[in-house]
Each structure stands twice: as structure tokens, then as C-alpha cells.
């Protein structure tokens, strides 16, 4: 049947389509929220409208029902009063011919067309009204009336309720509202009942029918009305508001827009102030509040440059005479065996503290360079397996002397990198020295790996070591960690942290891992691409309460 | 006969130990502690080398070290305080040879001047290298029959490039042959010297056709 898959056909787009439907309404539900969270001008209007939209509904509510009932009360006083007095003229009509004479039939039925005329022309409703006169059940009397109806009389409407009411006979009029079906529109009408007594006829009921939909009319235009009204009053609002939060909420972006300006280090930047309203006193608040930050920053930036003059011209003012120093210390120290011995010893320790003293005095300028960001990487094309290698021989001496075995290990780190040789070097001359220092004659451990993001040198030594409060500390400016442990190297206490500023200087970072007893590890890490900061390691360490067996690499070689 | 050296610097204390060590190695020194005076001194010793302090009491090192070079190729060398500055980077490119800095030691000071006053090997060679006859005993450069005036430091970065035609030179293997640096130093050296040699030699010194850059390696002479 080819119905099967044409309805699956057309049941699976339903499908589609709805599922596109649900789509885009999650999309416009997402992007009203956004606005919603984003925007203080939609949240303000929405809120405005909604809430407005809300009062008028209400508001409009309790006008049209009071309204309605108003015009309700008053057609029905209306059509009460023209009932009453429609029955009263037509009960006249048949009274006053009873008076007369005996009736028959036919006068009878001439009195009743009589007393109908007599009805009609007492009912002025607009709309129409329709009459019936019908003869209450039960009768008996000699002659009987034809029950009447006016043309296209609704005897629908007339209800057992209503002829129950009206057969009651109490003599007042009974009123129903009802529905008229009219050319197939529902229109709301009123029929009133009330009896007549009709002489040698007997008793019968008087029903008219009245026609509301003018009043109906009347209310469906005024709640039209109010509608177009009220949705017309929330357009003007949501406007009025859009305008009202557009006064605030402009400055207000216009302010976040000038502090992103200066914050960028556009210091200059400024709110135009207008007026002297609460918008101009936040804009003049702000500006003196950028005043004051950028006063401060350029005080604080020419205290910088003042503090680097100042660095700079000490610099050259201690170099000048510790150069005169260094020169006649090394004429002395030259000389140092034709003097007595306690001169030459005298001399051989002036000598000897000179060059410290130039060592500690060029570290400090460099972590004065460093503080004052002055420094500048100044790569070049680096194979750091390679360089890690020259390192190592360049200590071997220094190691043999200390009987230590110093070890070189390089499963990776053997592709060129942008690298300035001349920090990597100090870093790795400090972190090597530092091992055979504090090795305790036991293997230093060189290790260069590698991963695709980084490449990592850890120097290893099995050592001493040091509690954790004092590895956080290593990189502190002339922090010790034992001030009576005996040197062997003689550092300034300033090695590690140049090393550091080194390491992020490339992007890179110096992580340490040491437990007393065990000995410490440093790893050097350096990014192999760009000078993004490096997150991950070649070569990971371990927290500092966990234990470590050094380097996979050396792991897996033992 | 004893080499003189002029000492530029205002500092009298390590004017005067410098000239301390000079004497001990047998030099002769000379004296001017003011940028002013420097040239005269400069005319009235006739030195054969000399060492200049960057910052000068009246006109700066730097432009010091430009009035000598205009119109004399003795070698210049430079003391300075900061190594790693902009005052390194002016001062040879106006012309100084090599630069020390503070604090130095005798040997190292004793070593870099030694250098620069060594006499150069006379092999009574003729080098020809492009369009240009290098006649190593006379210690000229000619073009035709055009002299083209060099300094002894820019004559020896020629010879030694010509020496080898088309090996490229690394900065290292120029620093250790014409600087006499045995240790890595400053490349800056041989950059700013290249610039000024081929200022002097190149017909177009942007598009140089005698000593030319290998890229990501160092330079040679006489073109591929």
C-alpha cells in the first residue's frame, strides 16, 4: 500500500519539523535569558510590562464586569418595567371587552391580536421582542384562546423552569435570561412570564422574549476598547520605560566601557560629564577616582624608573671602585709569596672576598633588573639535551673533588628550541652545583625529557634533603636553608631566585620535590612552544608529602 | 718600543691602578679624566690604543669614541659598568673594538689589550676576495687602485674571512680568531663589526656580495 510510506514519510517531517520547532524555541527561550541576564534595559522593560500588563488586566477586569453589570441591571429594570405594564395594557384589553358582553370565540381571538398590537406598541426595547401567549395547562374554561406566537418566536428559550414560575400565578413577572440562537450566533436575551386572565378562557401566559445583543453591542465595544486601550497604554509604557532606562543605563555603559578603556592602560580616558543630575555626579566621581589611580600609577611608574636610575647608577658607582679594589687586590695576590705570610694570607682572603663580593653584587643587580622588568629573553636555536651535556662536564671536576657520581641521563629534549642559552645555562649551573653541594656524596642525577608540550631537566641528588616548610622557601631571596651548613660552592643565596625569574621568563617554572634524608629533586620545565606558562611537565614531581623515586626515565634504567 | 695606552676615565683611583697594571705588563700609560680633554690627549699622546669609560664628565664615551674613529683606526676599548645595555650596542657601533666590564680583572683587561695591539702575522700575502686585493703584509685594502681605509680591527674581520674563501665563520670562530675570546661572549661584537666592515666594503652595504650572511650560522667572504 503506497499510503504506508508516504505516511511515515509524512510523519517522520512532523517529526522534523517539530523537532526544528523545538529548536528554535529553545533557542529564543535561550537568547531571552541571555538578554534577561545580560541586558538591564530588557530586564527593566519586561519587568515594566509585565507588571503593568498585569494591573491593566486586572484594572480592565473590574471595569468591563462592572460595566456589564451596570448595563445589564438597567435593560432588565427596562424590560421589567415594559412587561409589567405590557401585561397590565393587555390584561385592560381583555377586561374591558369582558365587561362588554359574553365572548365568543372569534371576539376572542380578535381581543388577543388586539391586546399582542397593544404589547408591541408598549415595548419600545431596541433589538426586537418577541411575544407568546400560550394557555396554562390545567384549564377549564368554555371557550379556549389559539396560543400566539410572534413570528420566529424562540419557544426554545421558554424553559419547564420558566412555565413552572410563571404557573405559579403569584402575579408578579418571572424573569430567566437566556440565549437566543440567531442565524447561528449566540446572542443573550431575557425572557419575562407573566399571566393573563382571560375572561371564559381562563389563565394564560403572557411570554415575552427580548433581544440583548444591542447591549451586547454596547459591551463588546467597550471591553474592544479597553483591550486596545490597555495593549496600547503597554506599548507607550514599555517605551516610556525603554526611554527611562536608556537615560541611566547609556552613562552606565558608557562608564563600563571607559573602565575597560583604562584599565587597558588608557589612563587618560574620561566619562564626558553632562548636566549636574545623579548620572553626572557618578560620571565626575568616576573621573576623580581615575584622576587619583592615574596619579598614583604615573607616581608609581616615575618612582620605578626613579628606582632603576637609581639601581643603574649604583650599579655603575659601586663597579667603579670595586674595580679599582679588584685590580690592586689582584696585584697583591700576585705578589702575595714575597710577602710575610700574614700579609699574603691577608691578601689571598682579600682576593678571595672580592670576588664574592662582585658575584653577590651582579646577582643583585640582576634581581634588581628582574623586579624592575628589565629583562629581556634573547633566544636562539638551543638542542637542551646538548646543552644539559655541556653542563655536565662543565661540573665534573667540581664533582670528582666531591666524590660524587654525577650522572647524565637524556631520553628526550634532543630537537632544537627558541631558548635564551645563557639563563638556561645559570639555571642549570645553579640547580647542578646545588645538587653536588647538598649530594652527600651520593649519584647526582641529571635528567632531560621531554612530551609534546614541554621539556623538562630535573637535577637529582640523594642527598640531605630538607623538611617541606623549608622546600617552599628555596626560592626565596637569601633564604638559607641551614645557615650553619658549611659551603663548599659559596652561592649568594640569591642563585635560586634568579634561576626562577629565569624559568618564567620563558614561559617556563622550577618545581622542587625534597625530603630530608632523601635528597631534593629540581625540575626545570620550559614550554616548547610560544612563552605560554606550562601547566604539565615532562618529568612530574610528586607532592611534597609523598614519596619519590626519582625521574621514570632513571627508574626504568635501574 | 713600548706600547702607549691613552686611559680615558674619571676616576682617579682606578685610572691610576689600571695604569698600576699597565706598567707592570709593560705598557706606557697616558691619562685624561675628562671628554673634553680626550681629544686633545688623544693628539698630543698618539697612542697605540685606547681604553674608555662610557660615562665622561663633558661630552659622554660614546661620542668620544666617534671622534676618534673619524679620523684614526687605533683600536678603542671600552670600560663600561653595564654589559648588557644600550651603552654597549652605541659604542661599538661608533666605533670601539671591544668593550670590558666593570669590575674587571688585570688578566682579563691585560688579555683583551694584547689582543688588540698583537701584530699581525705577516705572511706577505695578497688576498683577493671579490673585487677587493687585501695585501696582508702592508695592511691595506684595495679596490683598483682605491685604498679603502680600515680600522685594524675591521682589517683583521676581513683577513680572517678571506683568509677562507666561502667556509662560513661562526660568530664564535670570529670572536675567538679576531677578538681573541676563548669562551662564549657577547655575538654583538661581530654583528655591529660586520655592519661597519661592509659600510666600508660593499658597494651596496644592504645587498652585500662580498661578506655575506649564512643564515642561522655566522658569515663568509667572497660570495657563493
Same mark, same amino acid.
Given at each position: ?348 682572603l682579600?682576593?678571595a672576598q672580592?670576588?664574592r663580593f662582585?658575584l653577590l653584587?651582579?646577582d643583585l643587580?640582576?634581581i ?34 666531591a ?27 645553579n640547580l647542578?652545583g646545588n645538587a653536588i653541594e647538598h649530594g652527600d ?20 641528588d640523594?642527598g640531605i634533603g630538607m623538611p617541606p616548610e623549608d622546600a617552599v622557601r628555596v626560592f626565596d631571596r637569601f633564604w638559607r636553608a641551614d645557615p650553619s651548613r658549611k659551603r663548599t660552592i659559596g652561592g649568594t643565596g640569591l642563585g635560586l631566585a634568579i634561576s626562577l ?11 622542587v620535590?625534597s625530603k630530608p634524608g632523601?635528597g631534593s629533586?629540581f ?36 | 718600543?713600548?706600547?702607549? !695606552?691613552? %686611559?680615558?676615565?674619571?676616576?682617579? #683611583?682606578? +685610572?691610576?691602578?689600571?695604569? *698600576?697594571? $699597565?706598567?707592570?705588563? =709593560? ?34 664615551? !660614546?661620542? %668620544?669614541?666617534?671622534?676618534?674613529? #673619524?679620523? +684614526?683606526?687605533?683600536?678603542? *676599548?671600552? $670600560?663600561?659598568?653595564? =654589559? ?141
Amino acid at each position: 500500500m503506497p499510503a504506508g510510506p508516504s505516511r511515515a514519510g509524512s510523519l517522520s517531517t512532523l517529526g522534523r519539523v517539530g523537532r526544528r520547532l523545538r529548536h528554535w524555541v529553545r533557542r529564543g527561550w535561550r537568547a531571552v535569558a541571555y538578554l534577561w541576564r545580560r541586558s538591564l534595559m530588557f530586564r527593566s522593560v519586561a519587568i515594566t510590562v509585565m507588571t503593568t500588563g498585569l494591573a491593566i488586566a486586572i484594572i480592565g477586569t473590574a471595569v468591563m464586569i462592572s460595566i456589564s453589570n451596570n448595563v445589564y441591571a438597567q435593560r432588565r429594570d427596562q424590560i421589567e418595567s415594559e412587561s409589567a405594564r405590557a401585561t397590565i395594557v393587555a390584561q385592560g384589553i381583555f377586561d374591558a371587552a369582558t365587561a362588554g358582553e359574553d365572548n365568543n370565540q372569534s371576539e376572542l381571538e380578535t381581543l388577543q391580536s388586539e391586546a399582542q398590537q397593544a404589547i408591541l406598541s408598549n415595548t419600545t426595547s431596541p433589538g426586537g421582542t418577541s411575544i407568546a401567549i400560550e394557555r396554562s395547562p390545567d384549564q377549564a374554561g368554555p371557550q379556549t384562546v389559539q396560543n400566539v406566537a410572534s413570528q420566529h418566536f424562540p419557544d426554545a428559550v421558554i424553559t419547564e423552569a420558566l412555565r413552572k414560575e410563571v404557573g405559579k400565578n403569584t402575579g408578579k413577572l418571572s424573569l430567566q435570561p437566556v440565549q437566543l440562537d440567531e442565524d447561528g450566533r449566540r446572542q443573550p436575551g431575557l425572557a419575562v412570564g407573566s399571566t393573563l386572565q382571560i375572561p371564559s378562557a381562563g389563565q394564560y401566559e403572557l411570554y415575552l422574549v427580548y433581544d440583548l445583543s444591542d447591549a451586547q453591542q454596547t459591551l463588546d465595544f467597550v471591553s474592544q476598547t479597553l483591550s486596545i486601550g490597555g495593549v496600547a497604554l503597554m506599548v507607550l509604557i514599555a517605551l516610556v520605560t525603554s526611554l527611562v532606562v536608556r537615560l541611566v543605563v547609556v552613562p552606565i555603559r558608557g562608564a563600563a566601557e571607559t573602565s575597560r578603556k583604562i584599565a587597558a592602560g588608557r589612563l587618560d580616558e574620561r566619562i564626558p560629564v553632562r548636566g549636574n543630575d545623579d548620572i553626572a555626579t557618578l560620571a565626575r566621581s568616576f573621573n576623580g577616582m581615575a584622576e587619583a589611580v592615574s596619579r598614583q600609577i604615573t607616581q608609581l611608574a616615575e618612582l620605578s624608573r626613579v628606582q632603576q636610575r637609581f639601581v643603574s647608577d649604583v650599579s655603575h658607582e659601586l663597579r667603579t671602585p670595586l674595580t679599582t679594589i679588584r685590580l690592586a687586590g689582584d696585584m697583591l695576590y700576585d705578589s702575595r709569596h714575597a710577602f710575610e705570610p700574614s700579609v699574603g694570607r691577608s691578601a689571598e682572603l682579600l682576593h678571595a672576598q672580592v670576588e664574592r663580593f662582585e658575584l653577590l653584587l651582579a646577582d643583585l643587580l640582576e634581581i634588581s633588573r628582574f623586579d624592575a622588568q628589565a629583562v629581556q629573553l634573547d633566544p636562539e636555536p638551543v638542542i637542551p639535551a646538548a646543552l644539559a651535556t655541556d653542563i655536565v662536564d662543565e661540573f665534573r671536576p667540581l664533582a670528582e673533588r666531591a666524590d660524587i657520581d654525577l650522572q647524565l641521563v637524556t631520553p628526550g629534549g634532543h630537537t632544537t628550541m627558541q631558548l635564551d642559552a645563557k639563563r638556561v645555562r645559570r639555571i642549570l649551573r645553579n640547580l647542578v652545583g646545588n645538587a653536588i653541594e647538598h649530594g652527600d656524596g651520593k649519584p647526582v642525577q641529571v635528567v632531560v625529557d621531554s612530551d609534546a608540550r614541554t621539556v623538562a631537566i630535573a637535577v637529582r641528588d640523594q642527598g640531605i634533603g630538607m623538611p617541606p616548610e623549608d622546600a617552599v622557601r628555596v626560592f626565596d631571596r637569601f633564604w638559607r636553608a641551614d645557615p650553619s651548613r658549611k659551603r663548599t660552592i659559596g652561592g649568594t643565596g640569591l642563585g635560586l631566585a634568579i634561576s626562577l625569574g629565569d624559568a618564567n621568563l620563558h614561559g617556563g617554572r622550577i618545581d622542587v620535590w625534597s625530603k630530608p634524608g632523601e635528597g631534593s629533586t629540581f625540575v626545570l620545565t620550559l614550554p616548547r612552544n610560544d612563552r605560554v606558562g606550562v601547566t604539565t611537565s615532562a618529568i612530574p614531581l610528586p607532592d611534597l608529602d609523598e614519596s619519590y623515586e626519582g625521574p621514570r626515565a632513571v627508574r626504568e634504567d635501574d | 718600543m713600548t706600547p702607549r !695606552i691613552l %686611559v680615558v676615565d674619571d676616576d682617579q #683611583a682606578l +685610572s691610576e691602578m689600571i695604569g *698600576i697594571v $699597565l706598567r707592570s705588563e =709593560g705598557y706606557e700609560p697616558e691619562f685624561s679624566a675628562d671628554g673634553n680633554d680626550a681629544i686633545d690627549a688623544f693628539h698630543g699622546t698618539k697612542p697605540d690604543l685606547v681604553l674608555l669609560d662610557v660615562m665622561l664628565p663633558g661630552i659622554d664615551g !660614546i661620542e %668620544v669614541c666617534k671622534r676618534i674613529r #673619524a679620523e +684614526s683606526g687605533t683600536p678603542i *676599548i671600552m $670600560l663600561t659598568a653595564r =654589559g648588557d645595555t644600550a651603552d654597549v650596542v652605541a659604542g661599538l657601533e661608533n666605533g670601539a673594538d671591544d668593550y670590558v666590564v666593570k669590575p674587571f680583572n688585570p688578566k682579563e683587561l691585560v688579555a683583551r689589550i694584547r689582543t688588540r695591539l698583537r701584530p699581525t702575522a705577516s705572511d706577505a700575502t695578497v688576498l683577493h676576495v671579490g673585487d677587493l686585493t687585501v695585501d696582508v703584509a702592508g695592511h691595506e685594502v684595495r679596490r683598483g687602485d682605491a685604498v679603502i681605509a680600515l680600522t685594524p680591527l675591521e682589517f683583521d674581520l676581513l683577513r680572517a674571512l678571506s683568509e677562507k674563501p666561502n667556509q662560513v665563520f661562526t660568530r664564535e670562530m670570529l670572536l675567538e680568531q679576531v677578538w681573541g675570546y676563548h669562551y662564549k661572549a657577547d655575538t654583538r661584537l661581530v654583528n655591529v663589526h660586520v655592519q661597519r666592515l661592509r659600510a666600508k666594503i660593499e658597494h651596496d652595504p644592504d645587498n652585500p656580495k662580498i661578506v655575506t650572511t649564512v643564515r642561522g650560522v655566522g658569515y663568509r667572504a667572497g660570495g657563493a
